[in-house]
């Protein structure tokens, strides 16, 4: 911050270097991906740090007293993977007209493309979010970076950044919404006859091979089932050809310090598990996030990720699921397009001239493209007779 400013920002190589209290007091309760027991899981695992190329630099903005204001899970990228805002383009064309795009910062929860708070603010200090922005911005000039990119960031963040002259970017979901059902037969209920048909058969066909279905939270998942679960998700990244950021110290660190927030769905055959999927529970959403398994049964993904989780909502009084990036099949699942947001901050002119052309251009396309797949959707128009 400039030096007539009351305000001092700081990076922070460790999340460790910001006490817990101090930081989750700034990122509230809502959404565990940006508490501090998150973050310290994906540092101390060996998840984010120079081997994948997630080099924490967390944001402190503080008074004159040393009280935290504000802060912001802040990283220095050498690449653009594990983010799901994809910006690769925008590196190749800077690069190939001679500047260096790489490193730049990224605000986010690493490898999770899951929406929720970026600029955190301590709700005592009533200070704007745009000087947390400002701040950011500064940043990446004094480091003499390329640009800085908040994604998966909250809807008034995303206002609070495009009044701080950054460049907005439009993205989208699908997210389930607990119509205040008591049960999946009531949520069943919401949909056309078709589709209500189509959902019970996909169950029945998962269900019928001699599986069972477990939700484990926090204390009840053992060592054997991090185990287990860590070789589904070593699955799913061969089969998908990505890279494992996650370390199989990651998830039962996470189940230690995030404990009944975590909750492990588990396909069991003969009391031995074969499927997972990883979630994450929030002050009323759930975020599913990793899956696998090491063996083949028809529907699987769809019962343990989207069906098993609607569930859990419904029995917890949760308002919705947010089942990860991508995937327009799970429109006729119940997930409707929801629209995601970014903001990016670009220091070469030529360069941010050529990205605000890209995305004046990319907002309304997405825009159309949210409306069109909307009207895809499961849900009854009026009483179809079934």
Not at 43 to 71: I, N, Q, V, Y
Not at 138 to 160: G, I
Request: proline content about 6%; aromatic content about 12%.
């Amino acid at each position: 911050m400039p030096d007539s400013s009351p305000l001092q920002l700081s990076l922070h190589a460790s999340i460790h270097d910001i006490t817990a209290a101090e930081w989750n007091r700034c990122a509230g309760a809502g959404n565990p991906f940006v508490s501090h027991a998150f973050l310290s899981a994906v540092e101390d695992s060996g998840s984010a740090g120079r081997r994948t190329g997630w080099l924490p630099r967390h944001a402190a903005l503080r008074d004159e007293a040393g009280t935290l204001l504000a802060a912001a899970p802040m990283y220095v990228k050498t690449h653009s993977y594990g983010e799901y805002v994809f910006d690769h383009g925008w590196a190749h064309a800077y690069e190939q007209a001679g500047g260096n795009y790489y490193p730049k910062l990224q605000v986010a929860s690493p490898f999770s493309p899951v929406p929720g708070p970026r600029l955190l603010m301590n709700p005592d200090a009533g200070l704007p979010p745009e000087a947390m922005a400002e701040a950011l911005a500064q940043a990446c000039r004094e480091m003499d970076l390329s640009s800085v990119h908040v994604t998966f960031c909250t809807k008034p963040e995303y206002e609070a950044l495009g009044r701080a002259g950054w460049l907005l970017r439009l993205g989208m979901q699908f997210h389930w919404e607990n119509e205040n059902y008591g049960s999946f037969d009531d949520f069943l209920g919401a949909l056309n006859a078709r589709k209500r048909k189509s959902i019970r058969r996909e169950r029945r066909e998962a269900q019928s091979c001699g599986l069972e279905f477990v939700a484990l939270r926090g204390p009840e998942i053992s060592a054997q089932d991090w185990r287990a679960f860590y070789r589904f998700y070593e699955n799913t990244v061969d089969r998908k050809w990505g890279s494992a950021y996650l370390t199989e110290k990651f998830f039962p660190l996470l189940g230690d310090r995030l404990g009944e927030r975590v909750v492990l769905m588990l396909a069991r055959q003969n009391g031995e598990p074969v499927a997972g999927a990883l979630n994450l529970a929030g002050t009323d959403t759930l975020y599913g996030r990793n899956w696998g398994t090491v063996g083949d049964y028809p529907f699987l993904h769809f019962e343990l990720c989207y069906y098993q989780a609607i569930d859990f909502a419904i029995r917890n009084g949760l308002k919705r699921v947010e089942a990860g990036a991508q995937g327009e099949h799970k429109i006729q699942r119940g997930y409707l397009p929801t629209a995601t947001y970014s903001a990016h901050w670009i220091t070469h002119p030529g360069l941010r001239r050529a990205i605000a052309t890209f995305l004046e251009a990319e907002r309304p396309a997405r825009l159309r493209d949210m409306e069109q797949l909307a009207t895809l959707s499961p849900f009854r128009q009026e009483v179809d007779g079934a």
